[in-house]
């Protein structure tokens, strides 16, 4: 099988991402790359499940490590009859894909391809994990491609020699739209706020820029705009946790304000991913509050005083007029005609059409 994540960066290769080695999973930590390379050792299912949730994985990271959550779930249970295999599986699909609220719906598109992949092989006699094994890596190379063909879009938009602000980290669609650039032969600078409390922007998107081999500067979260005014920005792009059809974005809190400033200053703003089916509207989102403690510290060294309060929305909503297009693997859509891309699309929404 051709793998998808060929060319990519350490980071972007499934293994390094999450994987099912026939007894447990290990995920790498994102949360302390790059300064560490460790990986996160998971023996249960509900391990995973705690692992997503705890943000050991970002980005289009937990999906992989839900998928391989579920082989690790079919490997606990693989002793039972065929009936209460299934009934398992379908618990741990539904423990795995409730890690984090606001991304349910896409979650439990990875663990309903999983289970029914298993339910095949369990029907068929076969070995229920090593199915799941084998449709991830078939479903990662789906999505990786459709992303390559997002990133095709997207870079059709990036002048040459321009400079590109990024926001938190987009995953696979910024491996891809970097090794689209290098093939190409297009060079692009690009801009990273270090988006905090998690740092994604700092660590994860600035280490793959430059491990990629492009010219990446890392800026707080407070200087997007002077970045913009001072910088000659050509384009602010981000992937997103979801994108309702009624064409608002939901990503990485700080999305919203970028893109207001973006406006301000002329800057196109083009969002790449899949619209979700599964939010018709953006009132069906659930933002996700994590810990407000969380910002009140900087990789584990506190700088408020005691007494402080916190507060930290994990996501924010930028609606749809901030928004220059909504960039998918069919193409460049506005985004109040978004229903148009299931028209235009395979029909394969699946995995392979997940935002990152």
């Known amino acids: 099988m051709d793998r998808q994540d060929r060319g990519l960066a350490f980071m972007l290769q499934y293994e390094n991402v999450a994987w099912f080695d026939g007894k447990v999973v290990r995920i790498l930590d994102r949360r302390v790359y790059p300064t560490k390379v460790e990986f996160v050792t998971c023996e ?6 705690r692992a997503i949730a705890d943000m050991v994985t970002q980005s289009a990271g937990p999906y992989t490590a839900a998928a391989m959550g579920m082989a690790l779930a079919a490997h ?3 002793d039972r009859n065929a009936s209460d295999q299934l009934a398992w599986l379908e618990d741990a699909a539904d423990n795995i894909s409730h890690a984090r609220p606001t991304t349910v719906s896409r979650m439990r598109i990875i663990t309903d391809g999983c289970l029914a992949a298993a ?12 199915a799941i094994m084998d449709h991830t890596i078939e479903a990662n190379n789906l999505r990786y491609s459709k992303v390559r063909r997002t990133a095709q879009y997207l870079v059709d938009l990036f002048p040459d020699n321009g400079t590109v602000m990024t926001q938190c980290f987009g995953e696979t669609i910024v491996g891809m739209m970097l090794k689209e650039c290098r093939e190409r032969g297009k060079a692009i600078r690009l801009f990273c706020p270090e988006t905090r409390p998690y740092f994604q922007g700092a660590r994860l998107t600035a280490t793959v820029c430059r491990d990629m081999g492009f010219d990446v500067t890392v800026i707080t979260d407070n200087m997007p705009a002077t970045v913009m005014q001072n910088e000659n920005v050509d384009v602010f792009t981000s992937a997103a946790d979801a994108i309702s059809l009624d064409g608002y974005v939901v ?8 893109a207001i400033v973006a406006k301000y200053m002329g800057v196109p703003y083009y969002v ?12 069906t989102v659930t933002i996700e509050m994590r810990d407000p403690g969380f910002v009140l510290q900087a990789m584990g060294t506190r700088t408020a005083a005691e007494g402080v309060k916190g507060y930290y929305p994990s996501f924010d ?8 297009g909504v960039v998918t693997d069919c193409g460049i859509y506005v985004p109040y ?4 891309y299931f028209k235009d699309s395979d029909g394969e929404f699946g995995q392979g059409g997940l935002n990152l």
């Open 119 to 130: 339910k095949k092989a369990i029907e068929s006699g076969g070995d229920a994990a090593q």
């Open 317 to 324: 909503i930028t609606p749809p007029h901030l928004v220059s």
């Open 44 to 49: 249960t299912h509900q391990d995973v499940t």
């Open 76 to 78: 606990e249970c693989r």
């Open 272 to 283: 790449t991913g899949a619209p979700d089916p599964g939010h018709p509207a953006i009132d």
């Open 337 to 340: 005609d978004l229903p148009r």
């Open 251 to 258: 990503n990485k809190v700080g999305t919203f304000q970028i």
